[in-house]
């Protein structure tokens, strides 16, 4: 019957065919719009880039120049006032409910297309067809879903329309700054909502974007998966994309126990990687060791310590800093552990641009360590001074 369309499907198999659909505007969104044309983790083949221009155009009316310059400036102002979808300054009620539109109102800020809209595309289709027409795509979609799934067409379309804003503009960018993990404390509110990154194509693992917002990977723990690496990794296969970066890899040349520039410049790449490494061998079990031998008044405020003295200071909010100012009122040891801490990335702040100055302070850092009289930290120094920028076999 003309209602049932001409593929005549059961309601089972337009599901398949709705979450299929969908799943390819996910992967068109991650792999081109994100990771290609806002931050040029990897190059793709002409051929693919248009099939995703065109299949945005059906799926979304998203205009490539004005999504890559919305998501470059969100992070270049990520977390101020001037970020056009941060939860912490516009409410996260606001992100997950107008996320689409918070988008739309930036992508008609001429200033923003201008400074972060560059090196996208602008040939005779973008002008004459995407730009000038752009709900004509959403349209024909309608028209192709309709003839081929029938009246049930209809809402296979209505759930397309809605997987984008829903999803990324909503869920990545509301939830993925206000709840879930953090496998490292970068300078915004960016979290991890799950480590399987599969419904929204690994944009779910968004504290490890944040963190390394020019890797074409986003997963980083052998636990944590992602799709759009996984696309990424078949087109690469198929001569379809080439990689050009992936977050950086921690070398350690175990037995290795002097400091050299190869391992002052090894630390810095990988500082993120290393203060998350600080958080687990230093903060953790000193805290553990207070823990143990407070009395059961103090114990509730000591619950905090592991994640309050490992937060990105920025982020702590007025009553945080305030408890955090308690714990090392409270506790010597955890004062200087943290300390330690603060002064291990204000050398990586202050002097990353000139190579024997960092080489100096890291040496004074970990001769200080090393002198602490704190366990766990002259191990994490020694620990230290085995990161090299080459793997054991070429650093030997």
């Known amino acids: 019957m003309w209602y049932n369309g001409l593929l005549d499907l059961s309601v089972w198999q337009l599901i398949v065919i709705a979450l299929a659909l969908t799943h390819v505007t996910i992967v068109s969104v991650t792999v081109y719009l994100h990771r290609y044309s806002a931050h040029r983790s990897l190059d ?3 051929a693919l880039k248009h099939f995703f ?12 120049r004005e999504w890559t310059a919305v998501h470059r400036k969100h992070h270049a102002k990520c977390e101020t006032e001037d970020d056009p979808h941060s939860p912490v300054f516009k409410g996260l009620s606001t992100v997950m409910r107008k996320g689409a539109e ?11 297309l201008r400074i972060y809209g560059k090196n996208c595309p602008d040939d005779w289709v973008e002008r004459n067809v995407y730009s000038r027409f752009r709900n004509g795509g959403i349209m024909l979609m309608l028209l192709i879903d309709l003839a081929l799934f029938g009246v049930l067409g209809l809402t296979i379309w209505a759930v397309q329309m809605a997987w984008i804003p829903f999803w990324a503009a909503g869920v990545v ?20 909502l799950v480590p399987w990154g599969i419904i929204i ?3 779910e693992l968004h504290n490890n974007h944040h963190t390394y917002p020019n890797s074409a990977k986003l997963s980083v ?3 944590e998966f992602d799709m759009g690496w996984a696309w990424i990794r078949l087109f690469s296969l198929l001569k379809l994309a080439k990689v050009n970066r992936v977050a950086p890899i921690a070398h350690r040349v175990e037995g290795k126990g002097m400091l050299d520039m190869d391992t002052a410049m090894a630390i810095l790449n990988n500082r993120f990687q290393i203060m998350a490494q600080y958080r687990k061998q230093v903060i953790a079990p000193l805290v553990e060791q207070e823990l143990n031998s407070a009395d059961a008044s103090k114990r509730p405020l000591l619950r905090r310590a592991k994640v309050l003295l490992s937060r990105e200071t920025s982020l702590l909010k007025e009553k945080q ?5 308690l714990l090392l009122e409270q506790s010597q040891s955890l004062k200087l552990i943290y300390e330690k801490r603060l002064a291990l990335q204000h050398i990586w702040a202050k002097t990353s641009a ?3 100055e960092m080489l100096a302070a890291m040496k004074e850092w970990i001769n200080e360590a090393e002198a602490s009289g704190v366990q766990s930290l002259k191990e994490f120094a020694e620990h230290l001074k085995t990161y090299s920028l080459r793997p054991a076999s070429v650093a030997s």
């Open 44 to 46: 793709l083949h002409p």
């Open 53 to 64: 221009r065109f299949w945005l155009w059906l799926t979304t009316a998203m205009n490539t």
């Open 102 to 112: 918070l988008y739309k109102e930036e992508a008609e800020n001429e200033e923003t």
């Open 173 to 192: 960018n509301g939830l993925g700054h206000a709840v879930g993990y953090r496998n490292f404390e970068c300078r915004d509110a960016a979290t991890n």
């Open 201 to 203: 194509g690994g944009e």
């Open 221 to 223: 723990k052998k636990w």
């Open 321 to 325: 800093q305030a408890t955090v100012q």
């Open 354 to 356: 000139n190579g024997h």
